[in-house]
Structures are given as structure tokens and as C-alpha cells.
């Protein structure tokens, strides 16, 4: 592995998943973790970056590995019933699910992110041969393409991404998704609704140069449905619920309170297309 890998070419919201990679392994190296994920620990031990400026975001540490944990279960149970799946991975930056799920046997899975993140990712992490590194914007037709090539199973997943984009942006990506896949698994994540336009307000991303902000969240998941009517809403997990006794003591309380839940908490969320 390289040492030292510079991400000066990283700006915006690319940047802002250094945050949760970074988050990703310190949880790992706590004790008794959530999350285990090694391969962020060597990351950021590998990368020229400035994390101590994030200093201790416990909130965004526990998040990030609630969020994680819950998109690899479902994606291992997607396999595990699909074991001929084509699987990709959208803006997966630094993200090693293949290989922190166990380099599943699949017909292929596809990580995709902008170019400047892929040169990074293949100084880092390692391709193999049913797991394969994609230079390309999520909203590009030819993704879409790659994947119904092999007419199997597909299974999306895009997570810590779509709250940068304004609603009309994440509406269009969804119903092109929709209107040109005939059939399809969709695990993402969602952004606590009371966040939006706040992004200099959260423990970890307001550390970032570049200060992206929060442009979209939805406060009923299940209206992602009127959206288009492939779009059905199969699971919904609200975070707060598997964080196993490790956010702060006032934010457990307070998401006991439906209201409260419901207005900031993330979530993670299956969506069936079909």
C-alpha cells in the first residue's frame, strides 16, 4: 500500500467522504465496535490529510458505522438470495464493502466514483476479478447499460451521497433509474430531515474545507413512492435504534420521542424497483 497518498485534487463533496471513512475507522479501532472495518484503518493511515482538525465527532463516528453495518447486512442478504448478482456500488470512494463483506462470489460487482476518487482508490484498495473499479459520474447513462448487460439480479447501493443533491437532481436520478431498469434492489441511506441546508451545524462535515452542504432529505420515506410506480419502499431502519448504547446520553433520550426521531434521525432504506 502507498503512504502518503495526497488528496489535494479532492474538493466539495468528495472531500467529505474522507470524514466518513476517517469515521469509519476510528470506530473500528474502538472498543467493543460497532463497525469492523480494517481497510479504513490502513486508509487513513496511508493518506495526506489533515484529520486531526475533525477532532472527536462521536455522533458522526457511530453514525457512519450504524449506517455501514446496516448497508452490508442487506446487501449480504440480497446476495445470499441472489448469489448471480451483478452489484454496484455508487460514489464508493474509499469504501471497501466487497472485501468488509467477504469478497462474495457474485457475477460482478462495480465500484463508481468521479476519476480523481478512482486514482486515489487504486493507490489504496485492490481490484479483482469480479470486482472491478468504475471512473464515472452516477448520473451517467453507461452504468446503467454495464449492469443490464448481464441480465441478472441487480442490487444499487449509494450511501453518504444523495443529501448533497437538490431534490429535482435526486428525483431525475431516481426515475431514470426506474424508467430504464426493469428490476432492482436499492439500498441507500437518508439524511436526517432537520439537517437540510444545516451542514455547517454537523459534528464532522462542517470541519471540511470546502463546507458542501445538506440539500436533500425527505421527511416520509414512503412518499419516495409518488415519485414513480416502480419505486416501492420494502425497509426502513432508523439509526438511532442499533447504536448499541454509543451516542451520547442526551441523543439517546431524545430519540425515544417519536417527533424528534422522526425529524433527526438518519436512516437506511431498502427500495424494491419493479
Same mark, same amino acid.
Given at each position: 500500500?502507498?503512504?502518503?497518498?495526497?488528496?489535494?485534487?479532492?474538493?466539495?463533496?468528495?472531500?467529505?467522504?474522507?470524514?466518513?471513512?476517517?469515521?469509519?475507522?476510528?470506530?473500528?479501532?474502538?472498543?467493543?465496535?460497532?463497525?469492523?472495518?480494517?481497510?479504513?484503518?490502513?486508509?487513513?493511515?496511508?493518506?495526506?490529510?489533515?484529520?486531526?482538525?475533525?477532532?472527536?465527532?462521536?455522533?458522526?463516528?457511530?453514525?457512519? +458505522?450504524?449506517?455501514?453495518?446496516? /448497508?452490508?447486512?442487506?446487501?449480504?442478504?440480497?446476495? =445470499? $438470495?441472489?448469489? %448471480? &448478482? *451483478?452489484?454496484?456500488?455508487?460514489?464508493?470512494?474509499?469504501?471497501?464493502?466487497?472485501?468488509?463483506?467477504?469478497?462474495?462470489?457474485?457475477?460482478?460487482?462495480?465500484?463508481?466514483?468521479?476519476?480523481?476518487?478512482?486514482?486515489?482508490?487504486?493507490?489504496?484498495?485492490?481490484?479483482?476479478?469480479?470486482?472491478?473499479?468504475?471512473?464515472?459520474?452516477?448520473?451517467?447513462?453507461?452504468?446503467?447499460?454495464?449492469?443490464?448487460?448481464?441480465?441478472?439480479?441487480?442490487?444499487?447501493?449509494?450511501?453518504?451521497?444523495?443529501?448533497?443533491?437538490?431534490?429535482?437532481?435526486?428525483?431525475?436520478?431516481?426515475?431514470?433509474?426506474?424508467?430504464?431498469?426493469?428490476? +432492482?434492489?436499492?439500498?441507500?441511506? /437518508?439524511?436526517?430531515?432537520?439537517?437540510?441546508?444545516? =451542514? $455547517?451545524?454537523? %459534528? &464532522? *462535515?462542517?470541519?471540511?474545507?470546502?463546507?458542501?452542504?445538506?440539500?436533500?432529505?425527505?421527511?416520509?420515506?414512503?412518499?419516495?413512492?409518488?415519485?414513480?410506480?416502480?419505486?416501492?419502499?420494502?425497509?426502513?431502519?432508523?439509526?438511532?435504534?442499533?447504536?448499541?448504547?454509543?451516542?451520547?446520553?442526551?441523543?439517546?433520550?431524545?430519540?425515544?420521542?417519536?417527533?424528534?426521531?422522526?425529524?433527526?434521525?438518519?436512516?437506511?432504506?431498502?427500495?424494491?424497483?419493479?
Amino acid at each position: 500500500m502507498n503512504t502518503n497518498v495526497n488528496t489535494q485534487k479532492l474538493w466539495d463533496i468528495p472531500e467529505t467522504m474522507l470524514v466518513s471513512l476517517w469515521c469509519r475507522a476510528m470506530e473500528s479501532k474502538s472498543k467493543n465496535p460497532i463497525l469492523i472495518d480494517k481497510d479504513a484503518e490502513k486508509c487513513i493511515d496511508s493518506i495526506d490529510y489533515d484529520f486531526s482538525k475533525l477532532w472527536n465527532p462521536r455522533m458522526s463516528i457511530v453514525g457512519s +458505522a450504524i449506517r455501514a453495518k446496516l /448497508i452490508d447486512q442487506e446487501a449480504k442478504e440480497f446476495i =445470499a $438470495k441472489n448469489p %448471480d &448478482a *451483478v452489484v454496484i456500488q455508487l460514489w464508493t470512494w474509499l469504501d471497501a464493502r466487497f472485501d468488509r463483506i467477504g469478497r462474495p462470489k457474485v457475477t460482478h460487482w462495480y465500484d463508481l466514483d468521479l476519476p480523481e476518487t478512482i486514482e486515489i482508490r487504486k493507490k489504496l484498495l485492490s481490484e479483482s476479478e469480479n470486482n472491478t473499479f468504475v471512473s464515472m459520474s452516477l448520473f451517467d447513462n453507461d452504468w446503467i447499460d454495464m449492469v443490464l448487460a448481464y441480465n441478472k439480479p441487480i442490487l444499487i447501493i449509494i450511501e453518504w451521497v444523495l443529501m448533497y443533491f437538490s431534490e429535482d437532481e435526486v428525483k431525475w436520478f431516481l426515475k431514470k433509474i426506474c424508467e430504464k431498469i426493469p428490476k +432492482a434492489t436499492f439500498l441507500l441511506d /437518508i439524511l436526517a430531515y432537520k439537517l437540510v441546508w444545516h =451542514a $455547517k451545524s454537523h %459534528d &464532522a *462535515v462542517s470541519k471540511t474545507k470546502w463546507n458542501a452542504e445538506f440539500k436533500w432529505s425527505i421527511l416520509n420515506t414512503k412518499d419516495l413512492e409518488s415519485w414513480h410506480k416502480k419505486l416501492h419502499l420494502w425497509k426502513e431502519y432508523y439509526m438511532s435504534r442499533y447504536d448499541e448504547w454509543k451516542y451520547v446520553f442526551i441523543a439517546r433520550m431524545l430519540y425515544k420521542i417519536p417527533v424528534f426521531r422522526r425529524n433527526f434521525d438518519q436512516r437506511v432504506v431498502r427500495l424494491e424497483i419493479y
